[in-house]
């Protein structure tokens, strides 16, 4: 780790830069986001965004830190702060390419640091990594509870597509991983959620576009991959709460119905695969909820806090009475 710095974010944020193995692109880091509660704690949670994006969700620091957690934020090599100028956006060729930049957060956060609880939240493509990391590191001891926002557990695709036509795709791009796919995601949640157009949230639109960055062929390969295993059976022996919307807008155009549900997957697609995550999953629906639950309206996240914090009192604070 390099020394502490501070963050895009300002005071009280402050960022660490976590050095990696250079991969075939060259030299590559992660970075560690760090805000400490007011007063000494021993509890933390570690935050893990999702596809074309990165930490700037500062009201869920201020949720947790309220509450006596210390927070931490990673941004994976080739996302936000990590990204290189060198690097393709968002690229990798398995989601195991990040369980280094896990494992080095994990310890700053248990040992440097000095935590006995650690809660793991993931987002989206980072709520399937943060699963299967978890799964990988079981007999670890290293974290007590995973809370995944809106899981990418299935691509939001009829059967057709998702099952034979993708893995057809990925046969045949082998040879050239980052081939471009003829498909994006759109611009209706970016919409969604930017202030520039219908939301409340200012981030930067280079390291978070509002149409996202390419989908490759290797990515894609390596989120079937991870799906698969997820299908097959994962044992997270810590609790686990999965949030999601109760609804999917599926449509690529504008409607103001998207404010109210899930633009990017298919929630029916989290449900039906979250009780593959191990033997204490907890599934809350979130009425009017996003894709980041926790970029919903007001009166959405506040719900949404509200699941979590009842989660966070019943599943690890209860364990530990």
């Known amino acids: 780790m390099a020394d502490v710095e501070l963050d895009v974010l300002g005071s009280p944020f402050e960022r660490y830069t976590i050095e990696l193995d250079p991969d075939d692109e060259g030299p590559v880091v992660a970075t560690l986001v760090r805000r400490r509660a007011e007063?000494?704690?021993?509890?933390?949670?570690?935050?893990?965004?999702?596809?074309?994006?990165?930490?700037?969700?500062?009201?869920?620091?201020?949720?947790?830190?309220?509450?006596g957690w210390d927070f931490y934020a990673l941004d994976l090599?080739?996302?936000?702060?990590?990204?290189?100028?060198?690097?393709?956006?968002?690229?990798?060729?398995?989601?195991?390419?990040?369980?280094?930049?896990?494992?080095?957060?994990?310890?700053?956060?248990?040992?440097?640091?000095?935590?006995?609880?650690?809660?793991?939240?993931?987002?989206?493509?980072?709520?399937?990594?943060?699963?299967?990391?978890?799964?990988?590191?079981?007999?670890?001891?290293?974290?007590?509870?995973?809370?995944?926002?809106?899981?990418?557990?299935?691509?939001?695709?009829?059967?057709l597509i998702r099952r034979p036509l993708a893995a057809a795709v990925t046969r045949l791009g082998r040879g050239a991983p980052h081939r471009v796919l003829p498909f994006g995601l759109g611009t209706v949640y970016g919409e969604c959620i930017h202030a520039d157009h219908r939301?409340?949230?200012?981030?930067?639109?280079?390291?978070?576009?509002?149409?996202?960055?390419?989908?490759?062929?290797?990515?894609?390969?390596?989120?079937?991959?991870?799906?698969?295993?997820?299908?097959?059976?994962?044992?997270?022996?810590?609790?686990?709460?999965?949030?999601?919307?109760?609804?999917?807008?599926?449509?690529?155009?504008?409607?103001?119905?998207?404010?109210?549900?899930?633009?990017?997957?298919?929630?029916a697609h989290i449900v039906r695969w979250a009780p593959r995550l191990g033997p204490q999953v907890t599934v809350a629906r979130i009425d009017g909820g996003m894709h980041d639950l926790t970029l919903s309206g007001p009166a959405v996240r506040g719900k949404v806090f509200a699941e979590i914090e009842r989660w966070v009192d019943t599943a690890l604070v209860g364990d530990r009475r």
């Open 39 to 67: 007063g000494p704690s021993r509890q933390a949670v570690l935050y893990v965004h999702g596809f074309v994006d990165y930490f700037f969700q500062t009201h869920l620091a201020d949720f947790w830190t309220e509450r």
């Open 77 to 159: 090599r080739k996302y936000g702060r990590s990204l290189l100028s060198h690097q393709t956006p968002n690229f990798c060729r398995d989601l195991a390419d990040y369980f280094p930049e896990l494992d080095a957060a994990a310890a700053f956060v248990r040992d440097r640091d000095d935590h006995d609880t650690m809660l793991v939240m993931g987002h989206s493509t980072g709520g399937l990594l943060a699963a299967i990391w978890a799964h990988a590191r079981r007999d670890a001891g290293i974290i007590d509870g995973l809370l995944l926002n809106s899981p990418f557990f299935d691509i939001n695709a009829p059967w």
């Open 199 to 267: 939301g409340e949230w200012r981030y930067d639109l280079a390291w978070k576009p509002l149409a996202g960055f390419p989908v490759r062929i290797g990515w894609l390969a390596a989120i079937r991959r991870a799906q698969r295993q997820l299908r097959a059976g994962l044992d997270i022996p810590v609790p686990v709460l999965v949030a999601c919307s109760t609804r999917t807008f599926r449509q690529r155009r504008w409607h103001d119905s998207a404010m109210l549900a899930d633009a990017v997957l298919d929630v």
